[in-house]
């Protein structure tokens, strides 16, 4: 008489279609590695990259735990991750899987090609360098602020109209001017070179110049607020940036927008028109202390939390305590229903007035 198999239990099941799922994964990834066993202890094949093919052979344990795992390379691929060894290693001993190994492994040594690549890559002929020095000395020296030993990476500046200094970085191909170079900008918008095989730095400073001045307007805007208010965010504004959050002081500023939105005047400046609707002055870091501002969220008593500053301020007249928006969210999760409904009671007594509304953030846009 045949006894019946026992079931295989839930849990057994879910562990086979998990392996059977990585298993496909890792053909999906790597179709030139294959198991060479039934077991499944023995891979063999080849990783790909950059276009190149690459022999290798993994033996796993009988548990295919890959911290004990050996890593077998032909000579060629042996060679490139040299100096990767220690890196290789540890990711083998951290992976959790055969699959996650040789993701960890391709990346490792595609870093490892690029490294190579740039340690053989030919350098640039004599006409190079002499073209170089040329045109730096036509475009003038003064406006020369860096070049690396080999003049693939130079900077250049340049003042705007308001005496405002850039920097424009240019990252020069072997094969330059025939390829045009790299160009990297503070900008608030993007910016593109004009190239051609007869361009030269001279174009390239004249169209920088030429965005410098079209983007004038917008940096001035910005610099009033800079140097005319409190600005929370960022601590350190770039020129690329485009949002400031400044201090105010807390009133009905919802109310009186929509009262003096007929006061906004194009011929005035951003921070003018603001003051003439909102019908306030803002203060400025010179004139005011820090202490003289509750800026600390009043549940925490931090100021940042987890990068976010506090953007929620009580609406209570004697009040204005500022909040981070999740610790009022844990706050009120946190109390029992019958503080919830209270409506009156500053946020120095408890910190949920249900009275809260956004603090004032000014976004600019170029």
Not at 34 to 54: C, M, S
Not at 305 to 331: M, N, R, T, W
């Amino acid at each position: 008489m045949c006894s019946a198999r026992p079931p295989t239990s839930p849990l057994r099941r879910r562990g086979r279609r998990a392996m059977e799922a990585a298993e496909a994964s890792l053909l999906r990834q790597f179709p030139l590695l294959l198991p060479q066993n039934r077991a499944k202890t023995v891979y063999e094949g080849f990783i790909t990259a950059q276009g190149r093919d690459f022999h290798l052979k993994i033996l796993l344990p009988e548990d295919l735990q890959l911290k004990n795992a050996r890593l077998l390379c032909s000579w060629k691929l042996r060679t490139i991750l040299c100096g990767y060894h220690q890196i290789i290693q540890q990711r083998m001993k951290h992976s959790p899987d055969l699959m996650s190994f040789m993701m960890e492994l391709k990346m490792v040594l595609e870093v490892a090609l690029k490294n190579k690549q740039e340690i053989h890559a030919l350098p640039p002929p004599p006409q190079f360098y002499s073209s170089l020095i040329e045109e730096i000395g036509i475009l003038g020296w003064d406006n020369l602020v860096y070049a690396d030993s080999c003049f693939s990476t130079i900077k250049l500046k340049a003042e705007d109209a308001s005496g405002r200094e850039h920097l424009i970085t240019l990252k020069l191909k072997a094969k330059y001017p025939v390829e045009s170079p790299d160009c990297f900008v503070d900008f608030p918008v993007s910016f593109s070179v004009s190239w051609t095989p007869q361009s030269s730095l001279i174009s390239i400073h004249s169209q920088f110049l030429a965005a410098l001045e079209s983007l004038k307007t917008f940096w001035d805007v910005m610099d009033e607020i800079d140097e005319k208010t409190w600005v929370l965010e960022p601590e350190k504004p770039t020129r690329s940036a485009t949002a400031r959050r400044i201090a105010v002081v807390v009133k009905p500023l919802g109310i009186k927008l929509s009262r003096n939105i007929h006061l906004w005047d194009p011929e005035n400046t951003l921070l003018q028109n603001l003051k003439d609707v909102l019908e306030i002055d803002f203060p400025a870091r010179a004139i005011l202390e820090k202490s003289d501002f509750s800026m600390d969220c009043g549940i925490c008593y931090a100021y940042q939390l987890d990068g976010a500053i506090p953007d929620q301020v009580c609406d209570y007249s004697q009040c204005g305590q500022p909040f981070h928006q999740i610790c009022l969210y844990e706050k009120q999760n946190i109390l029992p229903p019958r503080h919830k409904i209270k409506k009156e009671v500053c946020c120095s007594h408890l910190k949920n007035t249900g009275q809260i509304r956004p603090k004032v953030t000014v976004a600019l846009r170029s």
